[in-house]
């Protein structure tokens, strides 16, 4: 079984976009759970990628083949990790902030809150603040979570937090956020109402906050 695991990794870190549903498919069949290759292969593979990166060992395109790689295979779990035929335990909006284009972190907490049996409407990514008022005013959903993967577009989610308060929306919708550079601290000082640093503690937050 870590055999696979390993094998997927691998095709992650090298970007094997070709044989990464083939490599799902065939740990699937063997008795691997989805929730093992997306936590001990996937994302422990794209932290590598992210190391190599930052060490100038690869650079951008190979970063992009990884994560083109890691969304393919994320296709083939989501149907997996998606509960089906349950009542809907709430509305949360996601997306991944203006000026920010990283959405395997999103897409993620995505397929976990909709497994754990919340609706989840994608709004997508480089979202502009006007964007997402506007997709408050017509969902109406319980929670708006913000993805952001890059320093200079942490300060977007504080615009998002302050627009809300401007239209006088704040009382409405809880937001939850999250995304590498983003902790407790930083959420604490915006205003947010929750941080989860993964999309198991996303589900959690959101459990937390639609009481
Ligand atoms: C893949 C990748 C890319 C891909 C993105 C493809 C895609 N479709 O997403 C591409 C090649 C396009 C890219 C581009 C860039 N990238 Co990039 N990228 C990465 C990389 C390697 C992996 C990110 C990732 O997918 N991680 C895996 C997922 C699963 O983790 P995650 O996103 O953190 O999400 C988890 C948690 O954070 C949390 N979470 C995430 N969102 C939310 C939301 C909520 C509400 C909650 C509760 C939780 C939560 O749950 C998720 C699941 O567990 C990271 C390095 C790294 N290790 O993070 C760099 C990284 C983020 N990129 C970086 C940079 C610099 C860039 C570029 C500026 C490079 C360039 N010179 O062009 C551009 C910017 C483009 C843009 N405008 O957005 C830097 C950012 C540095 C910084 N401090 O700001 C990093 C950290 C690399 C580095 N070490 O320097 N990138």
């Known amino acids: 079984m870590s055999n696979h695991l390993e094998i997927i990794k691998e095709a992650i870190i090298?970007?094997?976009?070709?044989?990464?549903?083939?490599?799902?498919?065939?740990?699937?069949?063997?008795?691997v759970s989805a929730n093992a290759i997306v936590n001990e292969a996937m994302i422990p593979g794209m932290d590598v990628v992210g190391k190599k990166f930052s060490n100038n060992e690869i650079f951008v395109p190979e970063m992009l083949v990884a994560a083109v790689t890691m969304n393919k295979g994320l296709d083939i779990l989501k149907p997996i990790l998606k509960q089906s035929g349950s009542k809907s335990k709430g509305t949360i909006v996601m997306c991944t902030v203006k000026?920010?284009?990283?959405?395997?972190?999103?897409?993620?907490?995505?397929?976990?809150?909709?497994?754990?049996?919340?609706?989840?409407?994608?709004?997508?990514?480089?979202?502009?603040?006007d964007k997402l008022i506007d997709a408050v005013k017509q969902i109406k959903p319980d929670v708006l979570g913000l993805s952001a993967l890059l320093t200079t577009t942490l300060p977007e989610m504080a615009k998002v937090i302050q627009s809300l308060e401007a239209n006088g929306m704040r009382g409405e919708v809880k937001?939850?956020?999250?995304?590498?550079?983003?902790?407790?601290?930083?959420?604490?000082?915006?205003?947010?109402?929750?941080?989860?640093?993964?999309?198991?503690?996303a589900v959690e937050v959101a459990r937390r906050l639609i009481v």
Request: hydrophobic share 40%; glycine share 18%; charged share 30%.
């Open 14 to 31: 090298g970007g094997k976009h070709k044989d990464v549903e083939e490599l799902v498919r065939s740990a699937l069949d063997d008795g």
């Open 175 to 201: 937001v939850m956020i999250g995304g590498a550079p983003v902790d407790a601290a930083y959420s604490e000082k915006i205003g947010a109402d929750g941080y989860g640093r993964d999309a198991a503690q």
């Open 99 to 129: 000026g920010d284009l990283h959405d395997i972190g999103k897409n993620l907490v995505i397929m976990m809150l909709e497994g754990a049996g919340f609706d989840v409407i994608d709004v997508g990514v480089d979202t502009s603040v």
